[in-house]
């Protein structure tokens, strides 16, 4: 069933494949596709009935501006953006140490921390629920960016601790040898030896926090209420309930709050997926 | 010893070195571990302790679990084994879990089938993979207008065929199915991302040998292909059971729970005890997560203790 390379095959199976291929992709964006032809309709094409015909008119920039300047959805844009980019920074730091001091010294205890991280980080959200809140309201951060941002940098060290320490696992250990002969110091050998050789692994982790942060909802509900400090996955219910029905205007603001993401995935694909896979190929 | 060692020299002239450049080795590893154990010990190990300290009390969140809280012993836990809801909950959890893992062979199918090189190919490898990466919730609002009943794209399509009336999200026998259905895009489009970098990792060498040995089809991918994808393929169940147990947030935007309770899970059951309804539940609501921990923390032991063997091998 391993695909036989495509060149050392029939011509007519070629062709086929070729015209596969886009029908495939087609089928299974489906849903996607009839999102966005919904963004770009006018109002009258829904109260008409016509849901699926050829658009009554192209209004992709009413749909959108409304989104934009009708709503409290740039806020909540924001607020995103306020809560994924410190939860990245923050991430990253901690498990940089933390997987720095797991993969290159050897005491007792180190796998059981290894393992308590992983651990942690495949807990369901549910049994954590009661406390955190209750921790957030006592810190008096509940409802505010900084009480999801301190959560979610607290768990996502879990992840980025396995993938880190892994990371620094497969470094080549006499370099770090060799920098301790010299007598560099050890947080120096951290920050001038390791750091500099982890950007990969460093733009792997950016992207993929990036995009659980922005997609989380969870947390978003359970932290916080309102448009001061919630994020864009949890103002899209309230997004909506301002345009009960209004399908296109919906289905813009949908696609807003998805493409950043998307974007970011786009621009980083290579890291993106490196991380995804690791440990995928042995 | 003229010559230095490549060791450190643990036994340096000790005199004329302070206490932390002597121990230096053994305490930097703590120095750079206390922030993120402070952290994650803070936010996930003691609370899952608290939850089942709370899972044991009648408390409504407000004030001091000790003050305000009532000790019941396993009072909740006894209303759990006649509540009718729970029971329902936890037999969609166990549908979302069976289910669930139809993405791993879908996303091996589409695998194999992207893998090959032709013009374009990597553009339709990341559209294939994307809606990984679009938030669940806007997978849910796209489902539910894609199932929309008359209007929505799949019954039209339907329609087309002659059959009428489906309102998946609206019928207590379809829904849960119909919003596993969502679940299953992205997981797929992960199933297979995974897949796909593992294929790209085969040696070709074995895959040549085989087809010249007369492996064909069927018989080459069982016998050769997937046990060299075994890596993907766990990863691919580690990460697809974690996810079916963790859905929450398509049946909160799809459903909330509904129609009559039918879409529930365990996580979401546990959410709508705690926080949605009057009177918040919170002990009620810890005894729900205790029972979902427990049934995960199955499947973790079984992962952690999968890749504890491998680190052992690998030392």
């Known amino acids: ?282 | 010893m003229t010559n230095a060692p490549v060791v450190p020299d643990l036994h340096p002239p000790a005199a004329k070195r302070g206490w932390y450049k002597r121990n230096e080795i053994a305490i930097t590893p703590w120095l750079f571990l206390l922030p993120g154990i402070l952290f994650f010990s803070a936010y996930v190990i003691i609370p899952i302790f608290q939850s089942f300290q709370v899972s044991l009390y009648r408390w409504d969140g407000l004030g001091d679990l000790s003050e305000q809280g009532q000790f019941i012993g396993l009072g909740n836990y006894r209303e759990l084994a006649t509540d009718r809801n729970f029971e329902i909950s936890l037999w969609n959890n166990v549908r979302w879990l069976f289910l669930y893992l139809l993405a791993i062979p879908m996303g091996l199918a589409i695998a194999l089938f992207l893998n090959q090189t032709v013009t374009g190919i990597r553009l339709y490898k990341s559209l294939f993979f994307f809606p990984f990466v679009i938030s669940q919730v806007v997978v849910g609002l796209v489902f539910s207008w894609f199932y929309l009943p008359n209007d929505g794209l799949l019954a039209v399509m339907l329609g087309w065929i002659g059959i009428e009336g489906v309102n998946i999200l609206g019928s207590p026998e379809t829904a849960t199915y119909g919003i596993i259905a969502a679940g299953l895009w992205p997981q797929t489009a992960y199933c297979m991302i995974l897949y796909l970098t593992g294929l790209n990792a085969m040696d070709p060498e074995q895959i040549e040998a085989a087809r010249l040995d007369g492996a064909k089809r069927w018989k080459m991918l069982w016998y050769i292909i997937i046990p060299q994808l075994k890596p993907a393929t766990f990863i691919a169940f580690v990460v697809t059971i974690i996810g079916a147990l963790r859905s929450f947030d398509l049946i909160s935007i799809m459903t909330n729970g509904g129609p009559f309770g039918s879409t529930r899970v365990l996580s979401f059951y546990m959410f709508e005890k705690a926080l949605a309804e009057f009177g918040f539940r919170m002990g009620y609501g810890a005894a729900i997560a205790v029972i979902l921990f427990l049934i995960m923390l199955v499947f973790i032991s079984y992962f952690l203790w999968s890749m504890w063997k491998d680190e052992r091998a690998a030392r």
């Open chain 1, 1 to 282: 069933m391993f695909p036989t390379p495509i060149q050392k095959s029939s011509r007519q199976w070629q062709l086929t494949y070729q015209a596969l291929l886009p029908f495939a992709l087609i089928l299974w964006l489906l849903p996607l596709i009839a999102v966005m032809l919904f963004s770009i309709k006018p109002d009258s094409d829904f109260t008409n009935g016509n849901y699926w015909g050829v658009p009554g008119s192209f209004d992709l920039f009413e749909n959108y501006g409304k989104v934009f300047f009708d709503s409290d959805m740039p806020r909540y844009l924001w607020n995103s953006l306020l809560i994924t980019v410190p939860t990245v920074i923050g991430t990253i730091a901690l498990s940089s140490m933390t997987g720095f001091a797991l993969g290159i010294y050897r005491f007792k205890g180190n796998l059981f921390l290894f393992f308590l991280f992983i651990a942690g980080n495949f807990v369901p959200f549910q049994i954590l629920m009661v406390p955190v809140r209750d921790f957030t309201i006592d810190l008096g951060l509940y409802d505010t960016k900084t009480g999801l941002i301190l959560f979610h940098i607290a768990f996502q060290t879990g992840f980025c601790t396995l993938f880190m320490r892994n990371f620094i696992r497969a470094l080549p250990f006499p370099l770090i040898e060799a920098a301790r002969v010299e007598g560099v110091s050890e947080w120096r050998i951290f920050w001038y030896v390791v750091m500099p050789l982890m950007k990969p692994a460093v733009a792997a982790l950016a992207v993929l926090i990036f995009t659980f942060i922005w997609n989380d909802y969870f947390w978003a509900i359970v932290l916080t209420q309102g448009p001061d400090s919630q994020p864009v996955t949890a103002g899209i219910t309230a997004f909506n309930s301002q345009f009960r029905a209004a399908y296109h205007l919906m289905s813009a603001g949908s696609i807003v709050a998805a493409l950043p993401p998307v974007a970011m995935f786009f621009l980083m694909q290579k890291h993106f997926v490196a991380g995804l896979t690791l440990g995928a190929v042995k």
